[in-house]
């Protein structure tokens, strides 16, 4: 009888084990959401905005906003805690064709594109650090070499994966509590003044696209749904509290930003972190904000190699097709192949991009519009498995709803409108390229075989 048992447990699929904990999972959010776009967008940001005061609102909005999608997704994570994330939600509500164009958008679109345009600002400083030159095979080099070290630390293991992700974090958090210190010592008094007019421009449409992109990641856990230890508690507990950090750091290192340099000073700034670090610490300062952003985007790319191939490991477990993909390695416990797919998609998307002017933006563009059309349609599936699946045990529901899953909705249509607007205004037609990939997706899924059958119980 033993042997028998031990033999069908031999045979059993690997499958995901609950291993992380809520500080795991926090770190999770909090290192993927704070990467180097804060740095990067900064100096934009505030060039479409008139005034101090409505640059912080703008942030303070942008959290909001964010809370407002992790309770919707709260929802969603704890009564189908499970690999996938967004990928199951809309599977469950749309059904496989839309589950499946979910996925696909992420293995070609936003996750790649995502990762990449973190990727290109990692290379970018450290080619600073450590000069290899001035051309785009420089960039190349340090990208490449990122995305293989991160993606070969995630097949080795889970543990390795999220105890990276911990240590990049912290040091990350405590970095911009460092640029927080010396803004507010060395900033001004005369430029901390919150007034809400002045003489910027305004452009609402790319600031939120901007400040939203930057907040971007709180989204992640329910792709690790599988891995997190007492997920009905954990789940929300590190969607709030992931969000809510993020939206205090942010608020304090604008504020510190602006108090050092003023607002002008910011708009104008080619590397705002190292302007202000230089006030307490002279080069010195500047090379250390330098390694500090190198760390955060390593942070970034780190948790969305992590969550990212457990999306593509999901469409692998039901579509024929991608069965591939669906493969749990028994000795490791990763999705060793959707890695490795993932890597080398990215990588084709930073030939593709990053070597020319501009090649961030560009990537922020490519993924944008697409990002935003399944948050909304994730947002719609809270109303759709509410009414189809009433019956489903949900340790945690969304407050004043319907309330704050419309507000969500709404926010997310916006988002879609104002990124395929902006693009088709100022000629940045890779949102159309995104499109032009959906729409191949679509097709596909037109052709998806059937399910696939799990095994026979041997008798």
Known sequence: MSDTTSANQ??????????????????????IIIGSFIYEVSPVIAGCVPSFG???????????????????????????????????????????ALGFLFAWAQLWIVRPGSIGAVAYVFARYANVLWPLGNGGHAL?????AAMFVLTAINIAGVREGKWTQNLLTVVKVGGLLAIVVVGLLYGSGKNCSLSLTGDGGMDFRLAMILVLYT?????????VGAEVRNPKKNILRALV???????????????????????????????????VARLGFGELGGKAISLLICLSALGSINGMIFTGSRIYYAMGTEHRA????????????????????????????IVGFGLYEGGFKSLVVFTTPVFWIFFLLAGVSLFVLRYREPDTPRPYRVPWYPVIPLLFCGSSLFMVWSSISWALDNRSYEALWAIGLLAVGMILACFDPRPRTPPAEKP
């Open 54 to 96: 409505a640059l912080i609102l703008v942030w303070v909005f942008g959290g909001l906003l964010s809370l407002i999608g992790a309770l919707c997704y709260a929802e969603l994570a704890t009564a189908y805690p499970k690999e996938g994330g967004d990928y199951l939600y809309l599977t469950r509500a749309f059904g496989r």
């Open 140 to 144: 190349m080099i340090y990208a490449a």
């Open 241 to 275: 509290l992931g969000t809510v950090a993020v939206t205090v750091l942010y608020v304090l290192i604008t504020f510190a930003f602006v108090c050092a340099l003023g607002m002008e000073g910011v708009r104008h700034s080619g590397a705002v972190a190292s302007d």
């Open 10 to 31: 031999t045979d059993e699929p690997a499958a995901p084990k609950r291993q992380l904990s809520l500080f795991d999972s926090t770190n999770i959010i909090v290192g």
């Open 215 to 223: 907040y971007g990641g709180w989204n992640e856990m329910g792709y």
């Open 322 to 349: 991608f069965s591939w993909l669906g493969n749990w390695h028994k000795r490791l416990g990763t999705p060793v192949i959707s890695l490795l797919v993932q890597g080398t998609i990215t990588l084709a998307l």
